[in-house]
Protein backbone atom coordinates (compact mmCIF):
# COMPACT_ATOMS: atom_id res chain seq x y z
CA UNK A 1 0.00 0.00 0.00
CA UNK A 2 1.32 3.25 -1.00
CA UNK A 3 0.60 6.69 -0.87
CA UNK A 4 1.63 8.79 -3.85
CA UNK A 5 0.36 9.96 -6.98
CA UNK A 6 -2.43 12.35 -8.17
CA UNK A 7 -5.75 12.68 -5.99
CA UNK A 8 -9.16 12.25 -7.25
CA UNK A 9 -11.93 14.61 -8.09
CA UNK A 10 -15.44 13.61 -7.10
CA UNK A 11 -18.48 15.04 -7.81
CA UNK A 12 -19.34 17.32 -11.07
CA UNK A 13 -17.13 19.97 -12.63
CA UNK A 14 -18.97 22.99 -10.37
CA UNK A 15 -18.16 20.79 -7.25
CA UNK A 16 -14.19 20.34 -7.98
CA UNK A 17 -12.34 20.10 -4.57
CA UNK A 18 -8.61 21.72 -4.74
CA UNK A 19 -8.50 20.64 -0.70
CA UNK A 20 -9.40 16.70 -1.51
CA UNK A 21 -6.06 15.44 -1.48
CA UNK A 22 -4.99 16.91 1.76
CA UNK A 23 -7.99 16.07 3.51
CA UNK A 24 -7.75 12.43 1.48
CA UNK A 25 -4.42 12.28 3.46
CA UNK A 26 -5.31 13.24 6.90
CA UNK A 27 -7.52 10.55 6.87
CA UNK A 28 -5.03 7.99 5.47
CA UNK A 29 -3.07 8.93 8.53
CA UNK A 30 -6.10 8.98 11.00
CA UNK A 31 -7.09 5.39 9.65
CA UNK A 32 -3.34 3.53 9.84
CA UNK A 33 -3.04 5.02 13.16
CA UNK A 34 -6.05 4.08 14.72
CA UNK A 35 -5.57 0.42 12.70
CA UNK A 36 -2.08 0.30 15.02
CA UNK A 37 -3.22 1.69 17.99
CA UNK A 38 -5.97 -0.78 18.25
CA UNK A 39 -3.49 -4.23 17.22
CA UNK A 40 -0.89 -3.08 19.80
CA UNK A 41 -3.83 -2.15 22.07
CA UNK A 42 -2.17 0.71 22.97
CA UNK A 43 -2.76 4.91 23.09
CA UNK A 44 -0.87 8.40 21.75
CA UNK A 45 -1.48 11.93 21.10
CA UNK A 46 -0.98 12.76 17.56
CA UNK A 47 -0.32 15.76 15.92
CA UNK A 48 -1.34 16.34 12.09
CA UNK A 49 0.19 19.16 10.33
CA UNK A 50 -1.59 20.08 7.22
CA UNK A 51 -0.92 23.62 4.99
CA UNK A 52 -4.91 24.06 3.73
CA UNK A 53 -6.84 25.92 6.35
CA UNK A 54 -9.78 25.41 4.62
CA UNK A 55 -9.55 21.62 5.48
CA UNK A 56 -8.78 22.73 9.45
CA UNK A 57 -11.97 24.97 9.49
CA UNK A 58 -14.25 22.43 7.70
CA UNK A 59 -13.44 19.55 9.64
CA UNK A 60 -13.57 21.76 12.99
CA UNK A 61 -16.78 22.64 12.08
CA UNK A 62 -18.37 20.33 9.73
CA UNK A 63 -22.08 19.07 10.39
CA UNK A 64 -22.94 15.61 8.23
CA UNK A 65 -26.52 17.46 8.40
CA UNK A 66 -25.75 20.64 6.60
CA UNK A 67 -22.81 19.01 4.31
CA UNK A 68 -24.41 16.31 2.26
CA UNK A 69 -23.91 17.38 -0.72
CA UNK A 70 -19.94 18.54 0.10
CA UNK A 71 -17.75 16.37 -2.33
CA UNK A 72 -15.86 15.55 0.60
CA UNK A 73 -18.57 14.61 2.86
CA UNK A 74 -17.37 10.96 2.41
CA UNK A 75 -13.53 11.77 3.49
CA UNK A 76 -15.24 14.08 6.47
CA UNK A 77 -17.40 11.26 7.70
CA UNK A 78 -14.97 8.50 7.92
CA UNK A 79 -11.93 10.73 9.52
CA UNK A 80 -15.00 12.01 12.11
CA UNK A 81 -15.49 8.29 12.90
CA UNK A 82 -12.15 7.30 13.16
CA UNK A 83 -10.60 10.11 15.40
CA UNK A 84 -13.85 9.41 18.10
CA UNK A 85 -11.59 8.19 21.55
CA UNK A 86 -8.42 8.97 19.42
CA UNK A 87 -6.56 12.47 20.74
CA UNK A 88 -5.50 14.12 17.46
CA UNK A 89 -4.50 17.90 16.98
CA UNK A 90 -4.72 19.44 13.83
CA UNK A 91 -2.53 22.35 13.45
CA UNK A 92 -1.86 24.44 10.72
CA UNK A 93 1.11 25.61 8.85
CA UNK A 94 2.71 27.70 6.09
CA UNK A 95 2.57 26.32 2.84
CA UNK A 96 5.78 26.64 0.33
CA UNK A 97 7.56 28.23 3.41
CA UNK A 98 10.68 27.85 1.79
CA UNK A 99 12.52 31.01 0.18
CA UNK A 100 15.31 29.86 -1.67
CA UNK A 101 15.75 26.75 -3.67
CA UNK A 102 17.22 23.76 -2.18
CA UNK A 103 18.66 20.41 -2.68
CA UNK A 104 18.86 18.71 0.81
CA UNK A 105 17.84 18.92 3.30
CA UNK A 106 20.19 20.53 5.52
CA UNK A 107 20.42 23.36 2.94
CA UNK A 108 16.66 23.53 3.71
CA UNK A 109 17.73 23.68 7.41
CA UNK A 110 19.32 26.44 6.91
CA UNK A 111 17.08 28.51 6.18
CA UNK A 112 16.26 28.98 9.62
CA UNK A 113 12.49 27.33 9.02
CA UNK A 114 10.48 25.46 12.12
CA UNK A 115 10.21 21.99 12.66
CA UNK A 116 6.44 21.68 11.25
CA UNK A 117 8.11 23.93 8.18
CA UNK A 118 10.53 21.98 7.49
CA UNK A 119 8.23 18.76 7.49
CA UNK A 120 5.68 20.32 5.34
CA UNK A 121 8.40 21.75 2.63
CA UNK A 122 10.37 18.31 2.46
CA UNK A 123 6.55 16.47 2.20
CA UNK A 124 5.76 18.71 -0.72
CA UNK A 125 9.03 18.08 -2.67
CA UNK A 126 8.69 13.82 -2.22
CA UNK A 127 5.14 14.38 -3.55
CA UNK A 128 6.08 15.68 -6.55
CA UNK A 129 9.02 13.68 -7.04
CA UNK A 130 6.25 10.57 -6.48
CA UNK A 131 4.18 12.36 -8.75
CA UNK A 132 6.90 12.71 -11.36
CA UNK A 133 7.59 8.63 -10.62
CA UNK A 134 4.35 7.04 -10.42
CA UNK A 135 1.91 9.09 -12.11
CA UNK A 136 2.96 7.34 -15.71
CA UNK A 137 1.78 3.58 -14.19
CA UNK A 138 -1.67 5.35 -13.15
CA UNK A 139 -2.71 6.69 -15.97
CA UNK A 140 -5.91 4.92 -16.26
CA UNK A 141 -7.20 6.41 -13.75
CA UNK A 142 -9.21 9.17 -13.10
CA UNK A 143 -7.06 12.22 -11.71
CA UNK A 144 -6.60 15.68 -11.94
CA UNK A 145 -2.42 17.23 -12.31
CA UNK A 146 -3.75 19.95 -9.38
CA UNK A 147 -3.97 17.51 -6.48
CA UNK A 148 -0.86 16.07 -5.34
CA UNK A 149 -1.72 13.03 -3.07
CA UNK A 150 -3.54 9.50 -3.74
CA UNK A 151 -4.12 6.65 -1.75
CA UNK A 152 -3.16 2.96 -3.91
CA UNK A 153 -3.70 -0.27 -2.98
CA UNK A 154 -1.34 -3.45 -4.67
CA UNK A 155 -3.71 -5.70 -3.82
CA UNK A 156 -5.70 -7.98 -5.09
CA UNK A 157 -5.18 -5.46 -7.97
CA UNK A 158 -3.42 -1.86 -8.73
CA UNK A 159 -6.44 0.39 -7.49
CA UNK A 160 -6.88 3.49 -6.01
CA UNK A 161 -8.47 4.39 -2.99
CA UNK A 162 -10.73 7.30 -3.20
CA UNK A 163 -13.84 6.91 -0.63
CA UNK A 164 -14.08 4.14 2.00
CA UNK A 165 -10.84 4.24 3.22
CA UNK A 166 -11.02 2.17 5.78
CA UNK A 167 -12.90 -0.59 4.20
CA UNK A 168 -10.28 -0.45 1.41
CA UNK A 169 -7.46 -0.91 4.75
CA UNK A 170 -8.81 -3.96 6.18
CA UNK A 171 -9.40 -5.58 2.63
CA UNK A 172 -6.06 -4.79 1.78
CA UNK A 173 -4.40 -5.48 4.73
CA UNK A 174 -6.38 -8.86 5.17
CA UNK A 175 -5.62 -9.97 1.39
CA UNK A 176 -2.80 -11.92 1.88
CA UNK A 177 -4.81 -14.42 4.64
CA UNK A 178 -7.82 -14.84 2.10
CA UNK A 179 -5.81 -15.82 -0.77
CA UNK A 180 -3.53 -18.03 1.65
CA UNK A 181 -7.04 -19.85 2.67
CA UNK A 182 -8.51 -19.88 -0.71
CA UNK A 183 -5.41 -21.27 -2.12
CA UNK A 184 -5.25 -24.21 0.23
CA UNK A 185 -9.04 -24.55 0.14
CA UNK A 186 -9.93 -24.78 -3.74
CA UNK A 187 -6.21 -25.37 -4.61
CA UNK A 188 -5.88 -22.28 -6.30
CA UNK A 189 -2.74 -20.79 -7.23
CA UNK A 190 -1.38 -17.24 -6.63
CA UNK A 191 -2.00 -16.96 -10.65
CA UNK A 192 -5.28 -18.72 -11.00
CA UNK A 193 -6.19 -15.92 -8.33
CA UNK A 194 -4.74 -12.99 -10.31
CA UNK A 195 -6.57 -14.54 -13.43
CA UNK A 196 -10.05 -15.01 -11.75
CA UNK A 197 -12.81 -12.40 -11.89
CA UNK A 198 -13.00 -11.25 -8.21
CA UNK A 199 -14.56 -7.95 -8.86
CA UNK A 200 -18.31 -9.24 -9.67
CA UNK A 201 -17.82 -11.69 -7.32
CA UNK A 202 -17.09 -8.90 -4.17
CA UNK A 203 -20.43 -6.51 -6.18
CA UNK A 204 -22.45 -9.37 -5.72
CA UNK A 205 -21.64 -10.25 -1.96
CA UNK A 206 -21.39 -6.49 -0.98
CA UNK A 207 -25.23 -6.28 -2.72
CA UNK A 208 -26.93 -9.13 -0.39
CA UNK A 209 -28.18 -8.89 2.96
CA UNK A 210 -26.26 -10.80 5.83
CA UNK A 211 -28.45 -13.82 5.64
CA UNK A 212 -28.40 -14.35 2.02
CA UNK A 213 -24.76 -13.17 1.99
CA UNK A 214 -23.72 -16.08 4.95
CA UNK A 215 -25.83 -18.36 2.15
CA UNK A 216 -23.61 -17.14 -0.73
CA UNK A 217 -20.39 -17.84 1.13
CA UNK A 218 -21.22 -21.15 2.23
CA UNK A 219 -22.03 -22.45 -1.28
CA UNK A 220 -18.17 -20.52 -2.60
CA UNK A 221 -16.65 -22.16 0.21
CA UNK A 222 -18.45 -25.69 -0.39
CA UNK A 223 -19.83 -25.61 3.45
CA UNK A 224 -23.19 -27.44 2.95
CA UNK A 225 -24.30 -30.27 5.28
CA UNK A 226 -24.06 -33.45 3.12
CA UNK A 227 -24.34 -36.76 4.81
CA UNK A 228 -20.82 -37.33 4.66
CA UNK A 229 -19.92 -34.38 6.70
CA UNK A 230 -22.82 -34.95 9.26
CA UNK A 231 -21.63 -38.25 10.01
CA UNK A 232 -18.35 -37.90 10.62
CA UNK A 233 -20.31 -35.60 13.41
CA UNK A 234 -22.32 -38.09 14.35
CA UNK A 235 -25.45 -36.57 13.26
CA UNK A 236 -26.56 -38.78 10.91
CA UNK A 237 -26.63 -42.03 11.06
CA UNK A 238 -25.69 -42.79 7.04
CA UNK A 239 -23.23 -41.11 4.98
CA UNK A 240 -24.90 -42.87 1.66
CA UNK A 241 -27.17 -39.82 -0.57
CA UNK A 242 -30.79 -39.69 0.35
CA UNK A 243 -31.35 -39.56 -3.58
CA UNK A 244 -29.60 -42.36 -5.00
CA UNK A 245 -28.33 -44.31 -2.00
CA UNK A 246 -25.34 -45.95 -3.48
CA UNK A 247 -22.83 -43.12 -2.90
CA UNK A 248 -21.21 -40.60 -0.26
CA UNK A 249 -22.97 -37.85 -0.34
CA UNK A 250 -20.20 -35.20 -0.69
CA UNK A 251 -19.93 -32.21 -2.25
CA UNK A 252 -19.25 -33.47 -5.66
CA UNK A 253 -21.96 -35.77 -5.67
CA UNK A 254 -24.88 -33.45 -4.81
CA UNK A 255 -23.94 -31.87 -8.57
CA UNK A 256 -23.08 -35.05 -10.17
CA UNK A 257 -25.96 -37.71 -8.49
CA UNK A 258 -27.18 -40.16 -11.02
CA UNK A 259 -30.64 -40.32 -9.86
CA UNK A 260 -33.52 -39.52 -11.81
CA UNK A 261 -34.86 -36.69 -9.89
CA UNK A 262 -31.57 -35.55 -8.91
CA UNK A 263 -30.95 -34.86 -13.16
CA UNK A 264 -33.69 -33.58 -13.43
CA UNK A 265 -33.71 -30.80 -11.37
CA UNK A 266 -30.02 -29.77 -12.31
CA UNK A 267 -30.91 -30.32 -16.25
CA UNK A 268 -34.04 -27.92 -15.30
CA UNK A 269 -31.70 -25.74 -13.33
CA UNK A 270 -28.95 -25.48 -15.96
CA UNK A 271 -31.48 -24.76 -18.91
CA UNK A 272 -32.67 -21.86 -16.67
CA UNK A 273 -29.06 -20.82 -16.24
CA UNK A 274 -28.17 -20.51 -19.75
CA UNK A 275 -32.08 -18.55 -20.80
CA UNK A 276 -30.97 -16.28 -18.05
CA UNK A 277 -27.66 -15.45 -19.63
CA UNK A 278 -28.93 -15.45 -23.42
CA UNK A 279 -31.48 -12.96 -21.77
CA UNK A 280 -28.95 -10.25 -21.23
CA UNK A 281 -27.20 -10.86 -24.43
CA UNK A 282 -24.38 -12.97 -23.72
CA UNK A 283 -22.43 -14.06 -27.28
CA UNK A 284 -23.94 -17.18 -28.96
CA UNK A 285 -20.64 -19.03 -28.78
CA UNK A 286 -20.71 -18.35 -24.92
CA UNK A 287 -23.65 -19.89 -24.43
CA UNK A 288 -22.86 -23.22 -26.33
CA UNK A 289 -19.38 -23.49 -24.25
CA UNK A 290 -21.45 -23.05 -21.10
CA UNK A 291 -23.67 -25.52 -21.85
CA UNK A 292 -21.12 -27.89 -22.76
CA UNK A 293 -18.63 -27.88 -20.27
CA UNK A 294 -21.59 -27.92 -17.56
CA UNK A 295 -23.09 -30.65 -18.90
CA UNK A 296 -20.26 -32.31 -18.04
CA UNK A 297 -19.65 -31.03 -14.74
CA UNK A 298 -23.49 -31.65 -13.82
CA UNK A 299 -23.44 -34.90 -15.04
CA UNK A 300 -26.16 -34.42 -17.75
CA UNK A 301 -26.40 -35.53 -21.35
CA UNK A 302 -25.16 -32.80 -24.14
CA UNK A 303 -28.37 -31.62 -25.50
CA UNK A 304 -27.11 -28.75 -27.48
CA UNK A 305 -29.94 -26.30 -26.99
CA UNK A 306 -27.86 -22.98 -28.56
CA UNK A 307 -26.24 -23.37 -31.89
CA UNK A 308 -24.54 -21.28 -33.95
CA UNK A 309 -25.70 -20.23 -37.58
CA UNK A 310 -22.10 -18.81 -38.80
CA UNK A 311 -18.39 -19.54 -37.57
CA UNK A 312 -16.89 -16.64 -35.57
CA UNK A 313 -14.13 -14.51 -36.61
CA UNK A 314 -10.28 -15.25 -35.93
CA UNK A 315 -10.04 -12.76 -33.08
CA UNK A 316 -13.24 -13.56 -31.30
CA UNK A 317 -12.14 -17.45 -31.38
CA UNK A 318 -9.08 -16.28 -30.14
CA UNK A 319 -10.22 -14.94 -27.60
CA UNK A 320 -12.50 -18.07 -26.61
CA UNK A 321 -10.02 -20.73 -26.93
CA UNK A 322 -8.10 -18.61 -24.31
CA UNK A 323 -11.27 -18.31 -21.97
CA UNK A 324 -11.55 -21.85 -22.20
CA UNK A 325 -8.00 -23.17 -21.82
CA UNK A 326 -8.12 -20.43 -18.74
CA UNK A 327 -11.33 -21.98 -17.21
CA UNK A 328 -9.98 -25.58 -17.48
CA UNK A 329 -7.20 -24.75 -15.45
CA UNK A 330 -9.01 -23.01 -12.92
CA UNK A 331 -11.77 -25.69 -12.91
CA UNK A 332 -15.67 -26.20 -13.66
CA UNK A 333 -16.13 -26.89 -10.55
CA UNK A 334 -14.71 -23.64 -9.24
CA UNK A 335 -16.99 -21.85 -11.95
CA UNK A 336 -19.72 -23.26 -9.70
CA UNK A 337 -18.13 -21.35 -6.82
CA UNK A 338 -18.56 -17.99 -8.52
CA UNK A 339 -14.66 -18.00 -9.61
CA UNK A 340 -15.16 -17.45 -12.96
CA UNK A 341 -12.33 -16.22 -15.55
CA UNK A 342 -11.33 -13.10 -16.31
CA UNK A 343 -11.41 -14.14 -19.85
CA UNK A 344 -15.36 -14.23 -20.47
CA UNK A 345 -16.44 -10.38 -19.67
CA UNK A 346 -13.24 -9.61 -22.46
CA UNK A 347 -14.39 -11.84 -25.01
CA UNK A 348 -18.38 -10.58 -24.04
CA UNK A 349 -17.54 -7.12 -24.55
CA UNK A 350 -15.20 -7.54 -27.49
CA UNK A 351 -17.78 -9.37 -29.14
CA UNK A 352 -20.47 -6.54 -28.40
CA UNK A 353 -18.06 -4.09 -29.81
CA UNK A 354 -18.10 -5.79 -33.03
CA UNK A 355 -21.90 -6.38 -33.60
CA UNK A 356 -23.55 -4.15 -35.54
CA UNK A 357 -25.55 -2.15 -33.64
CA UNK A 358 -23.29 -2.55 -30.87
CA UNK A 359 -25.35 -4.17 -27.88
CA UNK A 360 -26.09 -2.12 -24.75
CA UNK A 361 -23.92 -2.48 -22.11
CA UNK A 362 -24.92 -4.41 -19.24
CA UNK A 363 -22.88 -5.27 -15.93
CA UNK A 364 -22.50 -9.02 -17.68
CA UNK A 365 -19.81 -10.03 -15.31
CA UNK A 366 -21.99 -9.04 -12.40
CA UNK A 367 -25.00 -11.06 -13.60
CA UNK A 368 -22.90 -14.22 -14.77
CA UNK A 369 -22.26 -14.91 -10.81
CA UNK A 370 -25.69 -14.02 -9.93
CA UNK A 371 -27.21 -16.92 -12.23
CA UNK A 372 -24.29 -19.09 -10.83
CA UNK A 373 -25.47 -19.12 -7.54
CA UNK A 374 -28.96 -19.06 -8.48
CA UNK A 375 -27.99 -22.55 -10.56
CA UNK A 376 -25.97 -24.12 -7.79
CA UNK A 377 -29.26 -22.49 -5.10
CA UNK A 378 -31.71 -24.43 -6.49
CA UNK A 379 -29.82 -27.43 -6.34
CA UNK A 380 -28.80 -27.35 -3.24
CA UNK A 381 -32.04 -26.35 -2.37
CA UNK A 382 -33.71 -29.66 -4.17
CA UNK A 383 -31.52 -31.78 -2.26
CA UNK A 384 -32.96 -29.94 0.93
CA UNK A 385 -36.35 -30.72 -0.09
CA UNK A 386 -35.76 -34.38 -0.44
CA UNK A 387 -34.27 -34.56 2.93
CA UNK A 388 -36.20 -32.30 4.95
CA UNK A 389 -39.63 -31.56 2.94
CA UNK A 390 -41.20 -28.56 1.28
CA UNK A 391 -43.44 -27.77 4.03
CA UNK A 392 -43.33 -27.88 7.41
CA UNK A 393 -45.40 -30.71 7.76
CA UNK A 394 -43.67 -32.71 5.71
CA UNK A 395 -40.75 -31.95 7.63
CA UNK A 396 -42.22 -33.31 10.88
CA UNK A 397 -43.47 -36.68 8.62
CA UNK A 398 -40.11 -36.89 7.66
CA UNK A 399 -38.31 -36.40 10.96
CA UNK A 400 -41.09 -38.69 12.48
CA UNK A 401 -40.21 -41.54 9.90
CA UNK A 402 -36.28 -41.42 10.97
CA UNK A 403 -36.75 -41.42 13.97
CA UNK A 404 -38.88 -44.70 13.69
CA UNK A 405 -36.32 -46.13 11.60
CA UNK A 406 -33.34 -45.41 13.82
CA UNK A 407 -35.59 -47.28 16.63
CA UNK A 408 -36.08 -49.97 14.57
CA UNK A 409 -32.58 -50.35 13.94
CA UNK A 410 -31.64 -50.23 17.38
CA UNK A 411 -34.43 -53.14 17.99
CA UNK A 412 -32.57 -55.20 15.29
CA UNK A 413 -29.39 -54.91 16.89
CA UNK A 414 -29.58 -54.13 20.59
CA UNK A 415 -26.49 -52.77 22.26
CA UNK A 416 -24.21 -55.12 24.41
CA UNK A 417 -23.34 -53.85 27.94
CA UNK A 418 -20.97 -55.31 30.48
CA UNK A 419 -21.77 -56.67 33.89
CA UNK A 420 -20.38 -54.64 35.94
CA UNK A 421 -20.53 -57.09 38.60
CA UNK A 422 -17.75 -59.08 36.38
Known amino acids: ?????????????????????????????????????????????????????????????????????????????????????????????RSHSDSKPWTSIKVLQEQQLSRDQIYNVWCDRMAEKAQENTLPAFLDSDVTIAEKWAVYARFPHLHKLSGNLDMGYYSTIGYSDLANYLQSKHQLSEAKLQNINL????????????????????????????????????????????????????????????????????RSALQTFLSKLANIGTPIHILVTFEYKLSITLGLPYTQTFHMSSPICPSLKCLLIDAIHHQNIVGWDKFLSGYTSSYW????????????????HVCWANKLVQYIFHLTSSICTDRNTVIHGASRLESQRLLRMRVQEQVRQIYKHPPKFRDSSQ
Open 1 to 93: MSITGSGPVHGALMYLSSSRGELQGITALTVITKFFLEFFNTTCKATFICDNSGVIKTETSFSSLKSQRDTNVDLYLTHRSFRRGFDINLEWV
Open 199 to 266: LPLHSHLSSLQPHPRANVAKLMHRWIPTNSSLSCQGRVPSPLCPCCSESLETWDHVFSCLSTPATTVR
Open 345 to 360: ETLTRQTHKMEDPPTP
